[in-house]
């Protein structure tokens, strides 16, 4: 398969089924190859770990741990519970997570280098992912940015949370969105 056909068949699932479970020995290798396929300007290896949850119990600990900041939001206190049931569901049910934490350096430079190179992986990673029928969803939302994930994670302060990449496979491709044409987005200077 080309890879301008995959670019543009490929999706964001947010329906997986629950099982088969995602073999962590299948994401260490997209790993590997999505890692692979990028080429970093400086020749170096982007610098950046992997934490998968793909138990049932790791799993369960993740959404205890992105539930945090809701129990503490002001707005979440009026419907605590249904909403914390929801997104608790929400991540159990979902077979796999990869969070891809990059390592960060004083010099912005190098920082935002190796920030747009873990990026790269993680993008090649989804690419990868399609080609073998796995889905893929790509998140940041706020809730990632606890001192509770943080901590599940072992992060240290030298480090930066991208995402957490949701994997599983998946019964039906949602139909594609309405995309901006790139000459839209285009602009000249002029002089």
Known sequence: MEWAKIIQERRSIR??????EVDQELVRELLREAQDLYPYPSGEAASYR???AGTAESRERLAVC????????????????????FVRKRVTEIPGHLAVIASTNEDRRTNDMNYAAVC????????LAWQRQLGTLWDTEPMMQSRELFHLFQMKPTEK???ILHLGYFDKIPKARARTRAEKKWTIISE
């Open 161 to 163: 949370l991208v995402g």
């Open 120 to 127: 790269g992986i993680m993008q090649n990673f989804q690419l």
């Open 50 to 52: 992997c934490v998968y």
């Open 15 to 20: 329906r997986f089924k629950s099982s088969p």
């Open 66 to 85: 992105m539930l945090e900041p809701l129990v503490k939001n002001k707005l979440v206190k009026w419907l605590p519970e249904k909403i914390r049931d």
